[in-house]
């Protein structure tokens, strides 16, 4: 399956986005997907993941600002960002699990999307 991330963009402290990750291939439900993100100078994090029966999986630091969701009909994975702060800025990946877990373990995924920039203003 190969990726598409988009959304991304500048907005300013307490904003909110949401980044798609739309997908080809026809078995896509069958998929889990995660957002990871990078800010610069620092590793790869995990955000949120979906699992193919959408059992959902968040970062600490994100729960309840951060919501993942999934359209299987358009083949995307949403992440909605509310309540977003300069620390959030980062390029955002998705990335697709064959074994449909969705986990926060980086490993465990097959596929990943070129990624898309969120820049957080003060």
């Known amino acids: 399956v190969q990726l598409q991330a988009s959304g991304g963009g500048l907005v300013q402290t307490g904003d909110s986005l949401r980044l798609s990750c739309e997908a080809s291939?026809?078995?896509?439900?069958?998929?889990?997907v995660g957002w990871f993100r990078q800010a610069p100078g620092k590793e790869r994090e995990f955000v949120a993941g979906?699992?193919?029966?959408?059992?959902?999986t968040y970062a600490d630091s994100m729960k309840g600002r951060f919501t993942i969701s999934r359209d299987n009909a358009k083949n995307t994975v949403y992440l909605q960002m509310d309540g977003l702060q300069p620390e959030d800025t980062a390029v955002y990946y998705c990335?697709?699990?064959?074994?449909?877990?969705?986990?926060?373990?980086?490993?465990?995924?097959?596929?990943w999307g070129q990624g898309t920039q969120v820049t957080v203003s003060s």
């Open positions: 979906i699992s193919w029966s959408e059992f959902l």
């Open positions: 291939g026809r078995t896509f439900s069958r998929y889990g």
């Open positions: 990335a697709a699990d064959a074994k449909g877990r969705g986990l926060g373990d980086p490993n465990i995924y097959d596929s």
